[in-house]
């Protein structure tokens, strides 16, 4: 199966930067559409911000202007830079590849803004 792994989550500061990675790897047959969703406690998960095969992205309005998700096929990683950081920002993080007509997720990774 696949194995997504997420990491760079952390503490920071409102105003500051995170840069999150997801690896995937195992039974990749072709470059997939991948994402990150975010679930705040008592909260339902979104998602935050979408890239196609083609390159494509797309944002949650939140996060428009601030966050940018990227994808490097060669290493099968997912991206997620997170700039001007708020607190309503804080929630687990995770990634999401859709590979033939399954979903895959990866574990998760904690962003807490302090305020």
């Known amino acids: 199966q696949v194995h997504l792994v997420e990491s760079g989550g952390g503490l920071v500061q409102p105003g500051g930067s995170l840069r999150l990675s997801c690896a995937a790897s195992?039974?990749?047959?072709?470059?997939?559409?991948m994402g990150w969703y975010r679930q705040a406690p008592g909260k339902r998960r979104e998602l935050v911000a979408w890239?196609?095969?083609?390159?494509?992205?797309n944002y949650l309005d939140s996060v428009k202007g601030r966050f940018t998700i990227s994808r490097d096929n060669a290493k099968s990683t997912v991206y997620l830079q997170m700039n001007s950081l708020k607190p309503e920002d804080t929630a687990d993080y995770f990634c999401?590849?859709?590979?033939?007509?399954?979903?895959?997720w990866g574990q998760g990774t904690q962003v807490t803004v302090s305020s």
């Open positions: 890239i196609t095969r083609g390159g494509t992205t």
């Open positions: 195992g039974r990749i047959s072709s470059i997939s559409p």
């Open positions: 999401k590849a859709v590979i033939g007509n399954e979903d895959y």
